[in-house]
């Protein structure tokens, strides 16, 4: 199983998106500054998961979440949900 998975910045509010198979080590790799592009961003909390069947599907899905569209999904999603 492959999970996308979003992130939020404790420190600037700003997300995070990415897709891995092990959420509970990517996000330890994450909050200890193994990962280049959130170091700076620490602490980070996992506000959002989903699951894949697939790495390609996972990428695929991961993709969308950055694109224009997918980043306003996931800001109506948390609206409703009341994450943000």
Not at 46 to 57: D, F, G, H, K, P
């Amino acid at each position: 199983m492959n999970y996308v998975y979003v992130l939020k910045s404790i420190k600037d509010n700003k997300l995070y998106i990415g897709s891995t198979s092990d959420i509970a080590k990517r996000i330890k790799s994450h909050n200890s500054g193994k990962v280049r592009s959130t170091k700076s961003r620490r602490p980070l909390e996992l506000v959002y998961t989903e699951s894949c069947n697939s790495v390609t599907a996972s990428r695929k899905r991961e993709n969308f979440l950055k694109s224009g569209q997918g980043r306003k999904w996931l800001k109506e999603f948390f609206r409703d949900n009341i994450i943000m």
